[in-house]
């Protein structure tokens, strides 16, 4: 069983757009690992996904109509950077604040995003014709993949 160590995203005053990262004292004892290799990969990739996420929240606010796959896009690209920080061990606590603060959204709008990520799996199950308050709120029912309407 992997071991799951703690990580504060604390974004840095100093150094405009940068994260600080602590994580647990067992981790900065364990030998084996490179704790500042990993810290600094989760640095870039924490910056590269909240620079992803405002560039598709700017598309998103420059439309007459939201189109919710976009809201899925953002949702997918939180879901996968959990993914990459659980392989190597870590989580983030208080991940929708962190998130919410970073990505300049509402906490309980993080919330609705990643849920309806996971509600739906793939991009192709999106209807971009229906609103993005109906999914937002739960109120599109997932397709049958084999149906052929």
């Known amino acids: 069983m992997k071991v799951k160590y703690p990580l504060k995203m604390v974004v840095s005053d100093q150094s405009k757009g940068h994260l600080k990262a602590t994580t647990s004292l067992v981790s900065l004892n364990d030998s084996s690992k490179n704790i500042q290799q990993e810290l600094n990969y989760l640095e870039k990739d924490y910056s590269i996904l909240i620079k992803a996420i405002r560039e598709i929240m700017d598309i998103s606010s420059q439309q007459k109509k939201v189109d919710p796959r976009l809201y899925w896009l953002i949702g997918d690209n939180i879901i996968r950077f ?8 870590f989580y983030i606590i208080q991940q929708n604040k962190t998130f919410a ?42 397709p049958d993949e084999n149906s052929n309407s």
Request: no cysteine; aromatic share 8%; glycine share 2%.
């Open 101 to 142: 603060r970073d990505i300049q959204i509402s906490e309980s709008s993080v919330e609705k995003i990643i849920a309806f990520r996971r509600r739906f799996e793939k991009l192709s199950m999106i209807d971009p014709e229906i609103s993005w308050a109906n999914y937002r709120e739960n109120k599109v029912t997932i």
């Open 82 to 89: 959990l993914e990459r920080i659980n392989d190597i061990g």
